[in-house]
């Protein structure tokens, strides 16, 4: 079945350690997406990848790297400097023309 | 920052039609309306989006108005199972991917029993 996977579901990390959230998909998309969601908010936009091998900042990408090698593939990377990293991370991909595709998210956690 | 405005909140009867309002004030002429829904600590779910003409799938129809600056989501018959946030986003769709989906709060939707 086509689809968009993350994983893992739960991460815990500690404080001053960097930790790789991986999604993957199958639908043959060229854009994928990571949000962070906190609480009782929406969801706000990391990063984004429109092809292969490039990447823009989204609104909130201090503290997070991505890579896009292949177009299947687009990990986020929550490095040492992001202040707050406990959240629910959530990755999505689409085509220029439909909707965007979301996988079940990782939730983070800083211990 | 999110081109839409949603209560924050709506309450509904089960199998009631449940109808949460949107407003986007400045939609251009190529933006689509599209809306979705996420359920306690899962990833959103796409239900429709339209241009200008009212559309219906099977989950909902969405009704947009003649100048499209505000927009309806109905759930014909609302079941305890619809109680999720829901988001609704507007989008250019093109070879341009330069505007992505941007989530503001959505409305928080409780089906009653």
């Known amino acids: 079945d086509g689809g968009i996977t993350q994983s893992p579901k739960y991460l815990f990390r500690k404080e001053g350690q960097n930790v790789t959230l991986s999604c993957e998909q199958n639908?043959?998309?060229?854009?994928m997406y990571w949000y962070r969601q906190d609480p009782g908010q929406g969801l706000r936009l990391i990063y984004y990848s429109q092809i292969v091998n490039d990447f823009q900042k989204g609104d909130i990408a201090e503290g997070y790297s991505v890579s896009r090698e292949k177009k299947e593939s687009f990990p986020l990377t929550v490095t040492s400097a992001q202040k707050n990293p406990t959240a629910f991370y959530l990755c999505?991909?689409?085509?220029?023309?439909?909707?965007?595709?979301f996988g079940q998210g990782t939730r983070l956690t800083v211990v | 920052d999110a081109k839409t405005t949603q209560p924050p909140s709506m309450d509904c009867a089960e199998g009631r039609a449940a109808n949460l309002p949107c407003n986007h004030s400045t939609i251009s002429g190529n933006e689509y309306v599209y809306w979705y829904r996420q359920i306690h600590s899962q990833g959103p779910q796409y239900i429709i989006h339209?241009?200008?003409n009212n559309e219906t799938n099977e989950m909902a129809s969405l009704i947009i108005t003649e100048d499209r600056k505000s927009s309806t989501l109905i759930l014909p018959h609302a079941t305890l199972r619809d109680t999720a946030v829901y988001y609704c986003i507007v989008r250019v769709e093109g070879d341009n991917y330069g505007q992505n989906f941007v989530f503001g709060p959505g409305t928080r939707l409780s089906v009653l029993p």
């Open positions: 339209g241009l200008k």
């Open positions: 999505a991909s689409s085509t220029w023309n439909t909707e965007a595709f």
């Open positions: 639908l043959n998309h060229d854009a």
